[in-house]
């Protein structure tokens, strides 16, 4: 009995040592209030933490409750003693009316999940017309390209292109969202507001759902005055099944020996 005893405290103490020994994320504040917002503004907020733990810490995803935040974070270690961060983008375009969102922060440390939350009211946007000189001093959306064909594609088959932004204007560009008729493309960006004549990369991911030449139209939305959404174009040849294809020509191909 007092062997048993004797081990279990041992154990109980192994595992307190390796609990001290986690990362531990504290965050200054773990919700935020954006109060109103302008119907077309994006609300950004950066909540900061700090690993107050005795390990790094690795933050290995952060999800949003919606589609309509974009979230962003620091992806290096975060040694013990210094700071990091989540930002959350909410896209108030279209969606009058309050808002609640969380963000689940996924990582090594101690807690293994921790939740965020972003809220406010949006006013919706007043038509108020632009005039030249708003227009002078707009920010300024440009691509790299606006075409890119993917080749033959299997039904389903998930597939990416980078594209470059770069803010040509003169003043701060947000990047906003994309939408497409499909819903068959999702996004991402290195950084979603720049300064005039930064860069960013546009990541744009597509699974297409429907069979034979497709001509998929994305429209990416900013706050360019000028242009405030621009046309992606995203070709493919899909195809039920690339394998089936392949081994067709595979068949046709072989001559028997004489």
Known sequence: MK?????FSVLMALLAQVSLAQGIITFTKDTHEFGNVEEGKLATYEFEFTNTGKSPVVISNVSASCGCTTPFWTKDPVLPGKKG????????????GAFHKTITVTSNAEPATKMLTIK???VP???KAVTPEE???????QLDKTLHNFGKLEKGQLVSQLFTVTNIGKSELQIQQIQSACGCVSYSVTK???????KTTL???YSPRALQQQNEVVTLYSNDLKNPGTKITLQAN???SLSSQNMLKEQKSVVPFK
């Open 85 to 96: 961060k989540i930002t959350a983008s909410y896209n108030s375009a279209g969606r009058p």
């Open 192 to 198: 979603s507001t720049l300064v005039p004549g930064e």
């Open 203 to 205: 990541e744009l991911k």
């Open 125 to 127: 946007k007043t038509d």
């Open 238 to 240: 899909v195809v039920e």
């Open 135 to 141: 227009i002078a001093t707009s920010p300024t959306l």
């Open 120 to 122: 406010g009211a949006v």
């Open 3 to 7: 062997l048993k005893f004797s081990f």
